[in-house]
């Protein structure tokens, strides 16, 4: 395999940053954009100098405030992100092709074909922090890696205005000291299973043999045993695949009823991937939308371990945001499940590893899906939507 050289992008406190740009008597101070306290708001973003208080991003605003006196609260302007959001993929553009937005203000970007016309991975790194900089009075802190998982970790690494660069021979070294619950792939669950072994870091799970991650974790062990080494084979994907396909659902009455969220999440969920199965579609990622009973709205995009159209495997990905971010309990107005990087279904490789219990989710998905086409959207529903009812 040709190793490929990926950076990642992400610009630092970017709607924070964007308040201070456009304000100068922002600047300096500690900012969050997001809603008021008295209605219940929640932060969307917060600035360095607020976040040396503790505050972060879905803290519900009453505690922020709680934490530091004098905190400046600005209302959310998307549109101004957006825009600007589009003039930083334009610059991406102008390196590689091939990009891939995570969210607003960040990408992985395969450069794995420019070095010959840009110079180093560092040169590349550099004059793009630059041009961001320049252009867009902003920063970015950005990594670079064999891969995206490593390239993620690698921005994550110094923030702000950071710049890694990991080389393939130092990735195993640079993953060593990371505790394992940084590593994407590896969930909450899997990290308390591997807290109980004594595994906190993943330079611990690389000391953990194959043969015994897989007697413990079965298949997923053998994932484990290659994202502690740092080995990920997902491809950058751009653009122009990256179509998307929701549904979200406004309540009659702002709601902090969980079981009632998460099955609305559910339903969701199967009326989005039942539409993306019809279409012989799958989605690579998961967005959730969340909007506050302020009006401040939140989106969380994950990634899935392979493509699927199954709803079971999309409501699992969205209750994991909700549940990460569904913090201090605020009263909800509005929820959506958007399925990103859409793909024909022929597309996908076929997984490596065979998964019995997903072979008789698809069985069974077929099977309502024909009962669904001959008797009506609502003949079908799941036993435990049902008793909701
Ligand atoms: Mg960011």
Not at 39 to 67: D, F, H, N, Q, W
Not at 97 to 109: G, K, N
Request: contains cysteine; glycine residues 8%; hydrophobic residues 40%.
């Amino acid at each position: 395999m040709q190793s490929r050289h990926i950076l990642h992008v992400d610009m630092d406190a970017f709607f924070a940053s964007i308040e201070q740009r456009d304000n100068p008597d922002l600047r300096g101070k500690p900012v969050v954009v997001g809603g008021l306290p008295e209605t219940r708001g929640v932060v969307a973003a917060a600035s360095y100098e607020a976040r040396r208080y503790g505050i972060k991003s879905a803290m519900p605003m009453a505690t922020a405030v709680r934490l530091c006196t004098g905190l400046i609260i600005v209302s959310s302007h998307h549109g101004r992100y957006r825009s600007v959001s589009s003039q930083l993929m334009a610059i991406f553009s102008d390196y590689t092709p091939l990009v891939e937005p995570v969210s607003l203000d960040e990408a992985y970007l395969d450069v794995t074909g420019c070095t010959h016309l840009f110079g180093t991975l560092k040169d590349i790194a550099k004059k793009i922090q630059n041009r961001i900089a320049g252009e867009l009075q902003l920063t970015a802190s950005v990594g670079v890696g064999p891969n995206k998982l490593v390239a993620k970790l690698a921005s994550d690494y110094r923030k702000p205005e950071g710049l890694t660069v990991i080389s393939p021979q130092e990735v195993e070294s640079f993953l060593a000291n990371m505790p394992v619950e940084k590593v994407w792939g590896i969930g909450p669950r899997t990290c308390s299973e591997l807290q109980k072994i004594g595994v906190t870091t993943v330079g611990k799970l690389q000391g953990i043999s194959l043969d015994f991650l897989m007697q413990r974790f079965g298949k997923h062990g053998k994932v484990l045993y290659e994202l502690s080494r740092g080995l990920d084979e997902r491809p950058v994907i751009t653009e122009q695949k990256a179509k998307t396909m929701g549904k979200e659902i406004t309540f009659p009455k702002d709601i902090r009823d969980v079981p009632r969220v998460k099955n609305t999440l559910w339903e969701l969920a199967e009326a989005v991937c039942h539409r993306m199965r019809k279409k012989g579609l799958v989605c690579a990622s998961v967005t959730l939308k969340l909007k506050y009973a302020d009006l401040s709205l939140i989106t969380r995009t994950v990634t899935l371990p392979r493509p699927t159209a199954l709803t079971v495997l999309v409501r699992e990905a969205v209750l994991s945001l909700l549940k990460a971010n569904w913090n201090g309990y605020p009263f909800v107005r509005l929820v959506g499940i958007s399925c990103g990087k859409l793909m024909e279904c022929g597309n996908v490789s076929p997984s490596l590893f065979p998964d019995e219990a997903m072979d008789k989710e698809e069985k069974i998905t077929r099977v309502t899906d024909n009962l669904k086409e001959k008797f009506g959207e609502q003949v079908v529903t799941s036993a435990a939507l049902l008793k909701e009812k």
